[in-house]
């Protein structure tokens, strides 16, 4: 990994953010993911994982990040590093933040179930007739002992019954679900943001979270954008 300064491997905790408290520069995005494959005291040891590197956000010279893990191709529920980033120019980033810690656990399961028994094993459980599936993903999700190849699925059972379940791809188990209808009706607030003026070291300052992308994290796709003061309506399906 090619640094531009020399660092002293010290970061603190603060709101579940790594922050360093020398400043970290790097030549290249994949210097950050090896950043965290490097120190497993700090993110937790990935080394049975390949992490991905995905933009979420740029706003000015402020990157908001994720580093997201996979393996075998899929990728691990609820287990992503949050990064925040300053991009100083093409070939220079300032770390400002990371979030997150890895747990290694043995990967199981197999896929072996198709549509036609997917649907069948829903209908069953729920004792419905619905075959509504809005939403397939095949992915690894965390259990106690280990990560399993699971089906993630938006099933819609009723107007007021849109159920996210996960199902073990090898064996059909349910291994958890929860109603993502909480009520039906359009949300409205004010989103601030707090973030350093230039560096890490910096005092934090706290802003509105002005012309900003604010999800509806029952459901992935309903979003809406604040205004310049930082007001937001989000509505229901």
Same mark, same amino acid.
């Given at each position: 990994?090619?640094?531009?300064?020399?660092?002293?491997?010290?970061?603190?905790?603060?709101?579940?953010?790594?922050?360093?408290?020398?400043?970290?520069?790097?030549?290249?995005?994949?210097?950050?993911?090896?950043?965290?494959?490097?120190?497993?005291?700090?993110?937790?040891?990935?080394?049975?994982?390949?992490?991905?590197?995905?933009?979420?956000?740029?706003?000015?010279?402020?990157?908001?990040?994720?580093?997201?893990?996979?393996?075998?191709?899929?990728?691990?529920?609820?287990?992503?590093?949050?990064?925040?980033?300053?991009?100083?120019?093409?070939?220079?980033?300032?770390?400002?933040?990371?979030?997150?810690?890895?747990?290694?656990?043995?990967?199981?399961?197999?896929?072996?179930?198709?549509?036609?028994?997917? +649907?069948?094993?829903?209908?069953?459980?729920?004792?419905?007739?619905?075959?509504?599936?809005?939403?397939?993903?095949?992915?690894?999700?965390?259990?106690?002992?280990?990560?399993?190849?699971?089906?993630?699925?938006?099933?819609?059972?009723?107007?007021?019954?849109?159920?996210?379940?996960?199902?073990?791809?090898?064996?059909?188990?349910?291994?958890?679900?929860?109603?993502?209808?909480?009520?039906?009706? &359009?949300?409205?607030?004010?989103?601030?943001?707090?973030?350093?003026?230039?560096?890490?070291?910096?005092?934090?300052?706290?802003? +509105?979270?002005?012309?900003?992308? +604010?999800?509806?994290?029952?459901?992935? &796709?309903?979003?809406?954008?604040?205004?310049?003061?930082?007001?937001?309506?989000?509505?229901?399906?």
């Amino acid at each position: 990994m090619k640094k531009l300064s020399l660092i002293v491997i010290l970061l603190i905790s603060a709101s579940s953010y790594y922050i360093p408290q020398s400043a970290l520069y790097f030549q290249d995005k994949t210097d950050i993911i090896h950043f965290i494959e490097e120190n497993p005291d700090i993110f937790g040891d990935v080394s049975s994982v390949h992490l991905q590197y995905e933009e979420t956000k740029l706003i000015d010279n402020k990157i908001f990040a994720l580093a997201v893990p996979y393996h075998n191709r899929y990728r691990i529920w609820d287990n992503n590093y949050g990064i925040r980033v300053f991009k100083q120019n093409e070939q220079e980033y300032h770390i400002w933040a990371i979030r997150g810690n890895f747990e290694s656990k043995p990967f199981g399961g197999n896929r072996s179930l198709d549509r036609t028994q997917i +649907v069948k094993q829903l209908q069953n459980y729920f004792g419905s007739q619905s075959d509504s599936i809005e939403y397939s993903e095949i992915l690894y999700s965390p259990t106690e002992n280990s990560f399993r190849l699971s089906h993630y699925l938006i099933y819609r059972l009723t107007s007021d019954r849109r159920l996210a379940v996960f199902i073990d791809a090898e064996n059909g188990k349910i291994l958890d679900y929860v109603n993502t209808v909480m009520y039906q009706s &359009s949300i409205t607030g004010n989103a601030g943001i707090m973030f350093y003026p230039r560096f890490s070291t910096d005092d934090m300052l706290e802003g +509105v979270f002005s012309n900003g992308m +604010v999800f509806n994290t029952d459901y992935g &796709s309903i979003y809406n954008y604040t205004d310049e003061w930082g007001f937001y309506t989000i509505g229901f399906p």
